[in-house]
């Protein structure tokens, strides 16, 4: 029942989030701490309208509405578009965002202020989606081409399109690129990044990037062997983030242990009717065994989903978790 109840809530909200974004309408919403308002199923509304998700304090509420609207929009209707090189493919982007070679990002962003900053990460096909490929030969290859697309509509009402281009040459020279790397730009994508793993639910997988991200900068560095101070103060500002991870993981681990306990027994009860009963399984037929454990997705707390959305709209002028 209290999963139905969720579904209707959800589908209530996603199409209040349709028409809000229709009509350009920016959605934010504001918790108290200390409350629970089931910001998992209220989240739908922000995400789809470009808003933001605010927890405070009750004495500092007028605070913080302030805050919202000191930013203001500069485009709606926002959808952009980015094309990599068909050797090329998107990493950690949900599907329904990519086309079939996974090298076509296209997503709609409804309203966005001067502050809206978005990354994307991609990697080099696999060698059998390469060798597939006609287009060209992976060995000969020395440039990588790029372009995005932002389709937007202006305050006054223009529809306009936005389109850059870039030619990116390879080099296989890692200590030179990382020293030309815009380690600023790395540590917002870091944040970003492990956000959006954890609103998709993928828990153990943005815990697991986290880390391996954290372990790279502590021992790589351009000077004294030490991370740059930039990226640093990313890693610094995602720990809460990381602990809250961690911890959901925790939680799903244990459910999945007990829904595992119940299930052996519940076999075992089964499997002892089946011994006393004259009755036999034939052969190739089935009987009880004990089922492997299964991950359950763990309720969100509110204070872990506005931690996530702020990490998703985290950008180098509002470094805030």
Same mark, same amino acid.
């Given at each position: ?28 919403? $504001?918790? $108290? ?40 929009? $500069? ?18 982007? @949900? @599907? ?21 900053? #978005? ?5 080099? =096909?696999? #060698? ?18 790029? /372009? ?13 399109? %936005? ?19 815009? #380690?600023?730009?790395? !540590? ?11 609103? !998709? ?12 991200? /954290?372990?790279?900068? %502590? ?26 991870? =961690?911890? /959901? ?8 242990? @007990? ?13 002892? %009717? ?10 190739? !037929? ?9 991950? #359950? ?25």
């Amino acid at each position: 029942m209290e999963n139905l109840q969720q579904e209707e809530a959800k589908e209530f909200y996603t199409k209040i989030a349709e028409f809000a974004r229709e009509n350009s309408i920016t959605v934010n919403i $504001i918790s $108290i701490a200390g409350e629970e308002c089931d910001l998992e199923t209220l989240e739908i509304v922000t995400a789809k309208t470009g808003g933001d998700i605010e927890r405070v304090k009750a004495e500092k509420l007028t605070e913080n509405f302030a805050n919202i609207f000191s930013t203001p929009i $500069i485009a709606t209707d926002v959808r952009m578009k980015v094309y990599l090189h068909t050797a090329m493919e998107f990493r950690n982007e @949900e @599907e329904e965002f990519l086309n079939e070679q996974k090298n076509i990002f296209t997503k709609e962003y409804g309203n966005v202020t001067s502050d809206s900053e #978005v990354t994307f990460e991609y990697k080099v =096909k696999s #060698v059998e989606e390469l060798r597939k490929s006609k287009d060209f030969d992976i060995k000969n290859l020395s440039k990588i081409y790029f /372009q995005t697309q932002i389709f937007y509509t202006k305050l006054d009402g223009m529809k306009c399109i %936005k389109v850059s281009s870039h030619v990116q040459e390879i080099s296989h020279d890692r200590e030179e690129l990382e020293k030309e790397a815009d #380690v600023e730009m790395i !540590g917002v994508n870091f944040i970003q990044q492990s956000a959006k793993l954890g609103r !998709g639910g993928k828990f153990m997988q943005a815990q697991a990037y986290m880390k391996g991200q /954290q372990k790279y900068w %502590k021992g790589r560095s351009n000077v004294g062997g030490k991370a740059p101070k930039e990226v640093k103060s990313h890693l610094r500002r995602g720990k809460g983030m990381y602990t809250m991870l =961690k911890a /959901q993981n925790e939680i799903e681990e244990n459910e999945a242990q @007990e829904d595992d306990k119940e299930e052996q027994s519940e076999s075992n009860t089964l499997l002892k %009717k089946d011994e006393s009963s004259t009755m036999s399984i034939p052969k190739g !037929g089935k009987g009880y065994g004990m089922c492997g454990a299964k991950r #359950v997705k763990g309720k969100v707390n509110d204070e872990m989903v506005s931690k996530l959305n702020n990490g998703s709209k985290y950008n180098r002028k509002r470094k805030r978790m």
